[in-house]
């Protein structure tokens, strides 16, 4: 196991290892109905959610780090290859579902006003199973699906989407107030974030549709 694969094999354990915390905050909160944990000082965010936030941003750091090692010393390996989508899709897809409703799955989160519109999750999650089971398909082909600038447009506006609704909106829950429907400036950049996830979806889809009608290529055999 190489560097790379090291890094994105720490990164799984770590977010096993933060989703495990937050289901056992989660229970004691309903063993414990009168618990409840601290804000940030002079903010509202919740220091729980802070700490999810910092794991999150070195989630994507680490992942940015080991992409670019794996390519620039040719260290990539099926292992990697398997691991690093596996490692970002149970990070960022769980914690939209998590983030659908704070109030219930973090009753200790007093503070929390900001959350993942149902709806934007839906096509979030929708999208990535559609294009990595087109990838699935076209793997199966002896076909290559790289990732296009709307893919990675895409998975850069779900990780600041991510980045400001854990921070409940910060910084711009200051300016919050004027906005019709209760809505938060946040509440847009989740909706832009989701029309992109479509777009990228949509443009997988068209640009590689011929990938559901092409027959598998048979490996040349080697003389």
């Keep these: 196991m ?6 994105t094999f720490s990164r799984i354990i770590v977010i096993i ?3 495990v915390t937050l289901l056992s905050l989660y229970i004691v909160s309903l063993c414990v109905p009168d618990f409840t944990t601290p804000s940030i000082p002079g903010t509202d965010i ?3 959610f802070f700490v999810v936030f910092i794991v999150f941003l070195a989630a994507c ?7 670019h090692m794996a390519r620039s010393r040719n260290l990539i390996t099926d292992l990697g290859r398997f691991l ?3 490692a970002d899709k149970l990070l960022i897809d769980a914690l939209f579902l998590f983030l659908i409703a704070p109030s219930i799955f973090a009753p200790y989160n007093t503070v929390q006003v900001v959350s993942v519109n149902v709806f934007c999750a839906i096509i979030f999650i929708a999208r990535d199973i559609m294009v990595d089971s087109l990838r699935f398909i076209a793997a199966n082909k002896n076909i290559v699906i790289s990732a296009n600038i709307w893919g990675k447009l895409k998975t850069v506006l779900q990780m600041v989407a991510i980045s400001f609704v854990l921070l409940n909106g910060w910084p711009f829950s200051y300016f919050d107030s004027g906005w ?3 809505l938060h400036i946040t509440d847009f950049i989740v909706y832009i974030a989701a029309a992109i996830s479509l777009v990228s979806g949509i443009i997988y889809l068209v640009q590689n549709w ?6 598998k290529k048979e490996d040349t055999p080697s003389e």
């Design 210 to 215: 011929s990938v559901l009608k092409t027959e």
């Design 84 to 86: 690093d989508p596996v």
């Design 2 to 7: 190489n560097t790379p694969t090291k890094l």
């Design 61 to 67: 750091i680490t992942d940015t780090i080991d992409g």
């Design 180 to 182: 019709p429907l209760g």
């Design 17 to 19: 290892a933060l989703f």
């Design 46 to 48: 919740d220091v729980v």
